[in-house]
C-alpha cells in the first residue's frame, strides 16, 4: 500500500521521505536499502522505518526507486518526479528452517572459515579510504529527570546531535573526521557537538571498543574458538542466517545473529548484544545492529544503530533513567586514495568554519536519515522550555540561580581557565581569589595568563605563559613565560589542587610540599603523533621531547594559621624548609604516549633530565638530576589485565630541597591514583629513589554475579596491588643541607613494601582497599582506605 502526498518544490531536485513497515502492520522495517535506480543514490531506514533520499538534476516525469532489505522480498516503486511522502509495507520472507545434514563439520563453521578468510585478503589490500559520515545522537529521560513532560509517556529527549562529516581511514588503525555541518538542541553548546561515530566502530574486524571495553567479534581471526555458531537458515539460501554466542565466560563478547551473503561470503547486516561479561555502566541493555556494503570488492560500513537504556539507581533514592540513541550512514565511499599523513596528525575529529553556519540547503540535499517526528517536536519543546520564562525550570530555579549558574559555567569555559585559577585553599595562603584567561592572538600567539591574591600571606601571584607554532604542522614550539607563584615539590598531578582545597578546608591539614619561586623560561618543544583529548578542550600530542633554560629565584614558605571547619586531629604539619636564592638549570624532557594527569595509551613513559652548574650557568646550586616513570597494562588472562608503575630518581651533587623526591600517599584515608595506601602523608623523602606498584584486576570472578542493583550495577571487580619503595639522601645532599626528613634507607628493613586487596568499581567511580604494611612495623598493620576506581 502506497499513499502519496504532493508538495511545491524546486522542478529539478526531488525530495521523497518516507517510512517503511512490515506489510499488513505497523511494524518498523530498519535497515532496508533504498535505492533510485537513476541516480544510483542509495539511503537506509532507520530502526523505525524512516528515510529520506533527495535526487538532483531530475528532468524524467518519474523516479524509479527499488527496495530490499534482509528478511524481506524485494519490491519496485514507481513514483511521481516531485516531492513525495510514502509509506509502504515491505512483504516478510517466512524463514526457513535448516535442513539436517550430517557431516565432520558445521556449516556456520564452514561458512565462518570463508568470511574470515576472506576478511584477512581484504585486511592485505585496503590501505586507505575516504567517505561521508552523516550522525545522529538522540538522549533521553523520564520526566521527573528532565523537568518536563510531552504529554508521550514516561521518556522525554533532552538533547539531539547531529552532523555531516568527511572521514578518512589509512592502515593500520589511523582515522580522522571533519565536520562540515552540525546543528543541536538549544540546550547543547556548540562547542559540544564533535559527535562523529565512524567506520572506527566497525563490526567487521577483531574487536571493537563500547564505553572502554574492549569486545571480541564474530568476526575476529579466532571466531571458531571464541563462539558457537548455529545456521538458522535453509542451505540453499542466498543469505546465511547464523546465531552466535561466547563458547565462555573467559572473553568478552557478543549474542545475537549475523547474515552472511553466500555468494561474497561478507557480512550483510548484524544484531548484535553484548554478553553478561562486559561491563556496561549501571548494567546497562544494548542494542549494537550494523549493515556492510561492498564498495570496489571492499566490505565497508553503511548503517549503524547503537540503542543503549540504563537506570542509574543510586540508593534506592534517586533513579534517573537515560536512553541513548546512535544511528549514523556512511556514503560516497572512495577506495585506497593517496592519503597526506600529516591528516592524522591533527585532532580525532576537526571542526571546519562552516560547520557553525547552518546551512539548509546542504541538510536537504544530503539528509540520510528524517528527523522522525518525536524529534523534531523535541527541537521545538526544548527550545520553548530554555526561553519559557513560566516554565517550572525557570520559575524556581533560573528565576533566583539562573544567572550564577550561568555566570559559573561561563567561567569554566574559553577564554577562562578554570576555576582552580579562581578559587583555591591550602595551608600557606589560606583563601586564594584569581582569574585565568588565555587567547590566541592573530592565530599565532597562544597565550596564558592568570593571576591572584593569597589572603594569608598577602601575596599576589602571576603566571604568563606565550608559545608560539614554529611550523605548519604544530609540532614545533617555541615557549616563553614567567611567574612569581606558589609551587609544590611534590608531584602535582597526583594529589592535585580541588582535592587539598577541600581537605585543608575541612581538616585543617594539607597534603602539598611548597616554595615561592620567581622564575623565567624559555624553550623548545616537538611533539608527534595524533592530538588527543584530555579535557575542557584541551589536547595534547602523545608524545613530545622538549628543551629549556629556566632561571628562578627560590624561597621557603611558611605554613599558616588558617582556618578550617572540622575540629584538627593531628599537630599542623609543617612545610618544609627550601634552598634560598637563585637557580639557573637546563632541563630536557622526553615524553612517549605520556600526559601527567591522565592514562592516554597502555604504556608510557617520561624521563626529565635538569642540569645545574654555578660555573656554567651562574647561580648559587650546582647538581643534576635524571627522574623516571613509566607505566604499562597487559592481560593475563582475557577478562584480567595487570598495570605496573615504575619510578626512579637519582641526583648527582648536592641537590636543593625543592627537587627532593617523595613518596606519594594518601590522605586520612582517601588514596588517589597509584598512591601508597599504607604509608603515613609524605613519610619518605630522598634524592635518590625507586618506586614499584602494581595492581592485578581479576574483574569479576563470576560475570553478572556481583552487580548489585543501587551499589554496583556497573559490577564488582576485585584486584590484588602492593607497592615497593626505596629513598636515600646522597652524602653531598647530606653534607650541605642536612635534611631533617626520613629515609627508607635509615630503617632497619631498609625498604618499605605493601600488599592488599580491593573491591573495585563501587558507585562506579569508587575503589574500596584493604592494605597491609609489611615493613618498619613490629607486626603487619591493617589499613582500610578508600581511592578512586580503576579502569
Known amino acids: 500500500m502506497v499513499q502519496i502526498y504532493a508538495r511545491t518544490d524546486t522542478a529539478t531536485t526531488v525530495t521523497i521521505t518516507g517510512r517503511v513497515v512490515v506489510s499488513g502492520s505497523e511494524q518498523p522495517a530498519s535497515f532496508i536499502r533504498i535505492r533510485e535506480l537513476q541516480s544510483k543514490k542509495t539511503v537506509a531506514t532507520d530502526?523505525?522505518?524512516?528515510?529520506?533520499?533527495?535526487?538532483?538534476?531530475?528532468?524524467?516525469?518519474?523516479?524509479?526507486?527499488?527496495?530490499?532489505?534482509?528478511?524481506?522480498?524485494?519490491?519496485?516503486?514507481?513514483?511521481?518526479?516531485?516531492?513525495?511522502d510514502i509509506v509502504h509495507g515491505l512483504r516478510e520472507k517466512m524463514e526457513t528452517q535448516s535442513e539436517v545434514v550430517v557431516s565432520a563439520e558445521d556449516p556456520a563453521r564452514s561458512i565462518m572459515k570463508r568470511v574470515v578468510a576472506r576478511k584477512l585478503l581484504q585486511e592485505k589490500k585496503l590501505k586507505s579510504y575516504t567517505y561521508m559520515l552523516y550522525t545522529k545522537f538522540v538522549a533521553a529521560t523520564d520526566t521527573t529527570t528532565a523537568l518536563r513532560s510531552t504529554g508521550r509517556g514516561d521518556s522525554t529527549i533532552v538533547s539531539i546531535l547531529e552532523s555531516f562529516s568527511k572521514g578518512y581511514y589509512k592502515y593500520p588503525d589511523n582515522y580522522y573526521n571533519e565536520i562540515l555541518q552540525r546543528r543541536q538542541t538549544v540546550n547543547v553548546p556548540t562547542q559540544a557537538n564533535s559527535v562523529t561515530f565512524g567506520t572506527n566502530l566497525n563490526v567487521y574486524s577483531n574487536s571493537i571498543q563500547i564505553l572502554g571495553e574492549t569486545i571480541e567479534t564474530p568476526f575476529a581471526d579466532n571466531v571458531l574458538e571464541m563462539y558457537d555458531l548455529v545456521l538458522q537458515s535453509a542451505l540453499d539460501d542466498d543469505i546465511a542466517k547464523i546465531a552466535v554466542s561466547p563458547k565462555s565466560s573467559l572473553h568478552r563478547a557478543f549474542r545475537g545473529v549475523i547474515y552472511i551473503d553466500l555468494q561474497t561470503y561478507s557480512p550483510v547486516e548484524v544484531s548484535l548484544i553484548p554478553s553478561e561479561e562486559v561491563n556496561l555502566p549501571f548494567d546497562a541493555d544494548l542494542t549494537y545492529r550494523q549493515n556492510f556494503q561492498i564498495i570496489d570488492s571492499m566490505v565497508?560500513?553503511?548503517?549503524?544503530?547503537?540503542?543503549?537504556?540504563?537506570?542509574?539507581?543510586?540508593?534506592?533514592?534517586?533513579?534517573?533513567?537515560?536512553?541513548?540513541?546512535?544511528e549514523t550512514i556512511c556514503y560516497d565511499y572512495t577506495i585506497n586514495p593517496e592519503i597526506e599523513d600529516y591528516l592524522f596528525d591533527q585532532r580525532r575529529v576537526e571542526i571546519l568554519l562552516e560547520a557553525n553556519i547552518f546551512d539548509s540547503t546542504y541538510w536537504r540535499m544530503n539528509s540520510k536519515l528524517p528527523l522522525r517526528p518525536e524529534e523534531e517536536r523535541a527541537y521545538q519543546e526544548i527550545n520553548s522550555f530554555i526561553n519559557n520564562p513560566d516554565s517550572i525550570e525557570n520559575s524556581l530555579i533560573n528565576r533566583?540561580?539562573?544567572?550564577?549558574?550561568?555566570?559559573?559555567?561561563?567561567?569554566?569555559?574559553?577564554?577562562?581557565?578554570?576555576?582552580?585559577?579562581?578559587?583555591?585553599?591550602?595551608?600557606i595562603h589560606g583563601l586564594y581569589m584569581g582569574l585565568g584567561i588565555e587567547h590566541s592572538i592573530l592565530g599565532v600567539f597562544d597565550t596564558r595568563l592568570t593571576g591572584g591574591y593569597g589572603v594569608n600571606d598577602k601575596r599576589w601571584y602571576y603566571v604568563a605563559t606565550v608559545s608560539v607554532s614554529l611550523d605548519r604542522r604544530e609540532k614545533?614550539?617555541?615557549?616563553?613565560?614567567?611567574?612569581?607563584?606558589?609551587?609544590?615539590?611534590?608531584?602535582?598531578?597526583?594529589?592535585?589542587q580541588n582535592f587539598i582545597a577541600a581537605t585543608s578546608l575541612l581538616f585543617g591539614n594539607d597534603y602539598g610540599d611548597y616554595y615561592y619561586s620567581e622564575r623565567s623560561h624559555v624553550g623548545l618543544t616537538y611533539g608527534w603523533g595524533q592530538y588527543r583529548f584530555i579535557g575542557r578542550d584541551q589536547f595534547i600530542r602523545p608524545s613530545n621531547i622538549a628543551l629549556r633554560y629556566q632561571s628562578s629565584f627560590d624561597q621557603t614558605a611558611y605554613t599558616s594559621d588558617f582556618f578550617h571547619l572540622l575540629p584538627r586531629k593531628d599537630s599542623v604539619r609543617q612545610n618544609p624548609p627550601v634552598h634560598n636564592g637563585r637557580i639557573h638549570s637546563l632541563v630536557a624532557d622526553l615524553q612517549l604516549d605520556f600526559f601527567p594527569t591522565r592514562r592516554i595509551a597502555r604504556q608510557g613513559m617520561q624521563i626529565s633530565y635538569e642540569l645545574a652548574n654555578k660555573d656554567l650557568l651562574g647561580g648559587t646550586a650546582t647538581y643534576s638530576v635524571v627522574n623516571w616513570q613509566g607505566f604499562f597494562r597487559t592481560p593475563t588472562l582475557p577478562l584480567w589485565t595487570l598495570d605496573v608503575t615504575l619510578g626512579a630518581t637519582w641526583s648527582w651533587g648536592s641537590l636543593p630541597p625543592q627537587r627532593f623526591f617523595s613518596t606519594e600517599t594518601g590522605i586520612r584515608s582517601i588514596v588517589v591514583n597509584n598512591a601508597f595506601r599504607g604509608m603515613q602523608v609524605k613519610e619518605f623523602y630522598g634524592d635518590r629513589s625507586f618506586t614499584a606498584t602494581f595492581s592485578h584486576n581479576f574483574g569479576?570472578?563470576?560475570?553478572?554475579?556481583?552487580?548489585?542493583?543501587?551499589?554496583?550495577?556497573?559490577?564488582?571487580?576485585?584486584?590484588?596491588?602492593?607497592?615497593?619503595?626505596?629513598?636515600?639522601?646522597?652524602?653531598?645532599?647530606?653534607?650541605?643541607?642536612?635534611?631533617?626528613?626520613?629515609?627508607?634507607?635509615?630503617?632497619?628493613?631498609?625498604?618499605?613494601?605493601?600488599?592488599?586487596?580491593s573491591i573495585n568499581r563501587l558507585l562506579i567511580f569508587l575503589r574500596l582497599d584493604l592494605n597491609t604494611r609489611l615493613s618498619q612495623r613490629d607486626r603487619p598493620e591493617f589499613r582500610v582506605t578508600l581511592s578512586n576506581a580503576l579502569f
Not at 533566583?400 to 595551608?427: C, E, H, M, W
Not at 617555541?478 to 594529589?495: I, M
Not at 564488582?716 to 643541607?737: H, K, M, P, Q, V
Not at 627508607?744 to 618499605?752: D, F, K, Q, S
Open 700 to 757: 569479576e570472578l563470576v560475570p553478572g554475579v556481583f552487580r548489585i542493583p543501587n551499589v554496583a550495577s556497573f559490577g564488582l571487580e576485585f584486584i590484588l596491588f602492593g607497592g615497593f619503595a626505596w629513598t636515600d639522601f646522597s652524602n653531598a645532599t647530606r653534607a650541605l643541607y642536612s635534611p631533617a626528613l626520613s629515609t627508607t634507607a635509615e630503617t632497619p628493613e631498609r625498604y618499605y613494601y605493601e600488599a592488599g586487596i
Open 400 to 427: 533566583y540561580l539562573g544567572p550564577v549558574r550561568q555566570a559559573l559555567a561561563k567561567l569554566r569555559q574559553p577564554p577562562f581557565t578554570g576555576f582552580d585559577d579562581i578559587l583555591r585553599y591550602n595551608s
Open 300 to 326: 565497508v560500513p553503511e548503517a549503524l544503530s547503537i540503542e543503549s537504556s540504563l537506570e542509574a539507581s543510586l540508593f534506592w533514592v534517586i533513579a534517573p533513567r537515560l536512553d541513548i540513541n546512535i
Open 47 to 84: 530502526r523505525r522505518g524512516y528515510f529520506r533520499i533527495t535526487i538532483s538534476d531530475v528532468y524524467k516525469a518519474s523516479l524509479v526507486v527499488a527496495l530490499d532489505g534482509i528478511g524481506f522480498y524485494a519490491d519496485t516503486l514507481v513514483l511521481p518526479a516531485k516531492d513525495t
Open 476 to 496: 614545533l614550539r617555541l615557549l616563553v613565560g614567567h611567574c612569581n607563584d606558589l609551587l609544590r615539590r611534590d608531584n602535582p598531578n597526583v594529589v592535585r
